[in-house]
Nanobody, 124 residues
Framework: QVQLVESGGGLVQAGDSLRLSCVAS????????MGWFRQAPGKDREFVGAVTWIGSTTWYADSVKGRFTISRDNAKNTVYLQMNSLKPGDTAVYYC?????????????????WGQGTQVSVSS
């Protein structure tokens, strides 16, 4: 059974940093893309970024480019989302997701597995 478990969310002030973690288990993810999405109240789920499990190809939404960094530790089966210079607009529930490699990594409907989400709140 595939499980994705996020952690690391919390309440911070604008300008602070947070690092989210996503521990993956239940299968081999070598041919997968790991994505991060977020959803604020009343808004659609939004792509944040993604990384290939093999190699280090990354993608980022324009809204987070230069502030957020995705990385992974294969030995720990863990993907990270380092978030710097946080803004109130970054407030959302953040989800980790997994899909097979392919195009349109920003399309949440192509992701097969999802974590339960972790809340990130940024105060001004």
């Amino acid at each position: 059974q595939v499980q994705l478990v996020e952690s690391g969310g919390g309440l911070v002030q604008a300008g602070d940093s947070l690092r989210l973690s996503c521990v993956a288990s239940g299968r081999t993810f070598s041919s997968y893309v790991m994505g991060w999405f977020r959803q604020a109240p009343g808004k659609d789920r939004e792509f944040v970024g993604a990384v290939t499990w093999i190699g280090s190809t990354t993608w980022y939404a324009d809204s987070v480019k230069g502030r957020f960094t995705i990385s992974r530790d294969n030995a720990k089966n863990t993907v990270y989302l380092q978030m710097n210079s946080l803004k109130p607009g970054d407030t959302a529930v953040y989800y980790c997701a997994a899909r097979l490699s392919g195009t349109n990594v920003d399309d949440y409907q192509r992701y097969l597995y999802w974590g339960q989400g972790t809340q990130v709140s940024v105060s001004s």
